[in-house]
Every structure is written in C-alpha cells, then in structure tokens.
C-alpha cells in the first residue's frame, strides 16, 4: 500500500513565480491537510480538504495561497507570486475518515525561494 | 485554544542513556487525541502513538513508552537504551474534537541528538 506522496520533493522558484506542490494521499483516503514547516519551526496547519471541498482554511495565508482536491488526480497546494518567507517544508497528510484518525504525512516538498 | 509546548529544544545523550522527552498541552476539551511523530534527518514524519483523552493507561513499545497524565496535562515520551538511530526531531502534537477537521497542534519539536 503506497504511502502519502507528494512531489516534487525539492523546488526552487525566483520571487515573483508561482509554485505547484502536489499530493496524492494514501488509497482510501479522502481527507487531505497541508502542514508547514518554516525553518526552525514546528508544523503548522494550513488547510483541510476533502474531495472538492476546502473544510478548513483557517491556517492558510489570505493571500497567494490556495488549494484544491479535485474529484480526480492529486491535491495542490499553489503559491502565487512567491517571497523569501516562502521557503519552507510542507507536509501533506492523509487520513480515512473524519474523526480522530492518525494523518499519516508524505516526505515533504522543500520549496526555496531565491 | 490548544496549545503545545515542548520545552526542550535540545537534548544531547550518550548511546544506552534513557531519555526523557516533554509535552506539555492546553485545551478546553474534554474529548480529546495526543500524538508523538518523528522526524529523522531524512526530513520524513513517521507516526509514532495516538492516545485518546479518556485512556490514561501508559503505553510501552519496545524501547519506547508514553505516560500521559491528565492531572498535570503531559504526554511524556521516554527511550530506553538509546541508539544512535534514534537521533532526530520529535513532535508532539494534538487534536481537538472541536475542531471541525481534526487538525493536528503541534509542539516546536525536541531535537534528540544520540552520540555513539
């Protein structure tokens, strides 16, 4: 049973470009939630999706920043116009079901911004 | 709001030393998850526990045991025998009922650095 994967694993973009970060979750999974790890840091929650629905965005910046779960194909993550604060880890992770079930996370994708 | 604190930023052990990792939660629920995860130099987060809020009973596995107590809101993670492989960032983390989707709180991590 493949893992969470998320790719690219690593990503350089200049300020001002866009960046894509992909997710596909575990099979039988339909819950997906982005984490980021700035430098330093612990994670922090960004957003929570289900397919084709944003639950939870609280933790996303309001701007640059949104997501999506389509009914077919990966999550995304997109980072419009990105900036140095940018560069960061960040998580995808996957869960079964609504409820109190461990959200088992993918590599990572280090995003630089140069 | 929930909150997690891991005091320990840095802990430096020799190899076979016990070790002692801290957390320490805030919230106002009653129902409630706690999670360890590990991060080893590869950057990868591997789970490690779940324990719910009404199960207080310590947990052991293998080298590795939880003490959660609810009196002093601590979920302890103690390594036995420490190895070197054990050397990486661990987390602990928590997960409201309240919150709509579950998310996970988590602490800043204790980097465990394990000298042979």
């Known amino acids: 049973n493949a893992g969470v994967m998320q790719n690219p694993r690593h990503l350089v973009r200049r300020r001002g470009q866009e960046a894509r970060l992909r997710c596909s979750p575990m099979?039988?999974?339909?819950?997906v939630y982005w984490y980021r790890q700035l430098p330093e840091e612990g994670l922090k929650f960004m957003v929570y999706?289900?397919?084709?629905?944003?639950?939870?965005e609280s933790g996303m910046p309001k701007e640059r920043f949104s997501a999506e779960f389509p009914k077919e194909g990966p999550s995304i993550l997109r980072i419009q116009q990105v900036v140095r604060g940018d560069s960061a880890a960040y998580f995808c992770?996957?869960?079964?079901?609504?409820?109190?079930?461990?959200?088992?996370f993918g590599p990572g994708t280090r995003l630089t911004v140069t | 709001a929930q909150k997690v604190t891991q005091a320990q930023t840095e802990i430096s052990v020799v190899e076979k030393e016990d070790v002692t990792l801290d957390c320490v939660y805030e919230?106002?629920?009653?129902?409630?998850?706690l999670f360890w995860y590990k991060q080893p130099p590869s950057g990868e987060l591997v789970f490690l526990i779940r324990?719910?809020?009404?199960?207080?009973q310590n947990e052991i596995s293998g080298r590795y045991s939880w003490n959660f107590q609810k009196s002093t809101s601590s979920f302890n993670f103690t390594i036995t025998a420490s190895q070197v492989v054990d050397s990486a960032v661990y987390f602990c983390?928590?997960?409201?009922?309240?919150?709509?989707?579950?998310?996970?709180?988590f602490g800043g991590g204790t980097r465990l650095m394990v000298k042979p």
């Open positions: 099979k039988g999974h339909s819950h």
């Open positions: 983390a928590l997960s409201e009922a309240g919150n709509a989707g579950n998310m996970l709180t």
């Open positions: 919230t106002r629920d009653t129902t409630y998850y």
């Open positions: 324990r719910n809020s009404f199960d207080e």
């Open positions: 992770a996957s869960s079964p079901l609504k409820g109190f079930y461990e959200q088992y």
């Open positions: 999706l289900q397919k084709e629905n944003i639950i939870d």
